[in-house]
């Protein structure tokens, strides 16, 4: 399984950068793609999840109301739109996958000990 994140960069606080993850190899037709950040200094916390089954989600309390997931349709590329984007939201994005998980704060959250695969990150800063 290969996963590929892109969509970062340099950003303006209240900006709107979106974050896209493809994921290759995956035999199954349930999974769940998530995003995890994780900021110099601090621990690696969950994002955000979607189910490829039900596209259920999952989003950590600092993204509700700003960041939202969503999938294609064929459920293995995952975008993260991110908006009204703060300077404590500078971090390395990372999409990872569950094979047969839930969205939910169990898979979602912390530091993602129960995904299966992890790609790349993607550095997102958020500075004027």
């Known amino acids: 399984v290969q996963l590929q994140a892109s969509g970062g960069g340099l950003v303006q606080p209240g900006g709107s950068p979106r974050l896209s993850c493809v994921a290759s190899?995956?035999?199954?037709?349930?999974?769940?793609i998530g995003w995890f950040r994780e900021a110099p200094g601090k621990g690696r916390e969950g994002v955000s999840c979607?189910?490829?089954?039900?596209?259920?989600?999952y989003y950590a309390e600092s993204a509700k109301g700003r960041f939202t997931i969503s999938r294609n349709n064929a459920g293995k590329a995952v975008s993260l739109q991110m908006n009204s984007l703060k300077p404590d939201d500078t971090a390395e994005y990372y999409c990872a996958v569950v094979l047969l998980g839930v969205a939910s704060e169990s898979y979602c959250s912390g530091y993602g000990n129960r995904m299966d695969y992890w790609g790349k990150g993607t550095q997102v800063t958020v500075s004027s």
């Open positions: 979607i189910s490829s089954t039900d596209g259920s989600t």
């Open positions: 190899g995956i035999a199954l037709d349930d999974y769940v």
